[in-house]
């Protein structure tokens, strides 16, 4: 055979194939969009030439415990009608088939597809509601999967992400306060105590006006700030701002019943502080450096003038004294000197 035969054999082949497999004549529905209708109608048992009768099949299926022809009929109602009236109620219902097949991941998205896609959807809210409730058990624990089915490992850093993006579509929606307070949540399990605490004061700056939410939010950025200080024992700065968030509450709710608690807290941060100011000071004077010794034993006394450690830098700074005051005379004549110079 010629090439030029066999090349004209090929593209006669292509343009059958063409006809063959070409769509049907471009329909438009009201309700449902433009659609392409097949020649023959039906096509499969559970196929319709119809968005919302395929919307039907798919709700019955899922009714009945059919998840896989559920899913495969709220699929089709998405990719074939997805202009028409009936899509977002697919796209909806497809999320639960993939919830019932534990494919929580693929879940989440198809739910948000659906807040993206269609807004104005009936199950805006239960989306949300759902994509909460999937988030929870990342939260709890539950491991990601690789490709939806080999599971490896939970991730805080993703868990934060999505509930991140619960917030992000419905910000003031019933889930939303609790999603930005569980941002929070996942970063204390990474340790990550100061983005912990980031969450929360937004979450309290926010919803401040939402009865429990703000003393909830205040209350937990202070309880992440004491980990935060009780991670890096001579982390004064932090332990200060666990102090300081611990304050804030008692007196903006100082009918919380929490608020002994929080200066039970406060009390045992001053005591830490003192206990590293007086570490601090007992390292200069070894290194006989006196005054920068005496000024950490007076900062013990500043901390926590009550405590074990203030009653020891008191005895410190009484026998340090001598010393201290022969360098103060000495830096007192050097002074004029090098004025008159």
Request: charge should be neutral.
């Amino acid at each position: 055979m010629s090439r030029a035969c066999l090349r004209n054999v090929l593209i006669l082949s292509c343009l059958l194939g063409f006809v063959w497999n070409s769509p049907a004549p471009l329909i438009y529905r009201p309700g449902e969009g433009w659609v392409y209708e097949q020649a023959g109608g039906e096509s499969g048992d559970w196929e319709r030439g119809r968005a919302l009768d395929q919307l039907e099949v798919a709700r019955q299926a899922f009714e009945t415990g059919d998840i896989g022809t559920a899913l495969k009929a709220a699929k089709r109602v998405v990719n074939r009608w997805p202009l028409s009236d009936y899509a977002p109620d697919a796209q909806y219902l497809l999320g639960r088939c993939y919830e019932e097949k534990g494919l929580l991941e693929k879940a989440f998205k198809t739910y948000q597809e659906l807040v993206e896609k269609f807004p104005k959807s009936q199950n805006y809210e239960e989306a949300l509601q759902r994509q909460f409730n999937i988030t929870n058990r990342y939260l709890d624990g539950r491991w990601f999967r690789l490709w939806n089915y080999i599971p490896t490992f939970p991730s805080m850093e993703r868990t934060s992400k999505m509930y991140s993006q619960i917030v992000e579509n419905g910000p003031y929606s019933p889930v939303g306060p609790q999603a930005q307070m569980n941002i929070g949540s996942a970063r204390e399990k990474q340790e990550e105590y100061q983005l912990a605490v980031r969450a929360y004061i937004r979450a309290a700056d926010r919803y401040h006006d939402l009865p429990g939410v703000a003393e909830e939010a205040v209350f937990r950025a202070a309880l992440a700030w004491h980990k935060q200080a009780n991670k890096a024992e001579y982390d004064q700065g932090t332990a200060g701002e666990a102090i300081n968030t611990y304050t804030d509450f008692t007196l903006l709710y100082p009918q919380d019943p929490r608020v002994p608690e929080a200066r039970d807290a406060i009390r045992e941060l001053q005591t830490e502080q003192a206990k590293g100011a007086f570490a601090t000071a007992r390292y200069y004077e070894k290194k006989r450096r006196w005054l920068a010794s005496e000024i950490y034993y007076n900062e013990v006394l500043l901390k926590d003038p009550q405590s074990e450690f203030a009653d020891a830098a008191r005895q410190r700074l009484a026998e340090l004294k001598p010393h201290t005051a022969r360098l103060k005379e000495q830096q007192a004549a050097v002074e004029p000197s090098t004025s008159a110079n």
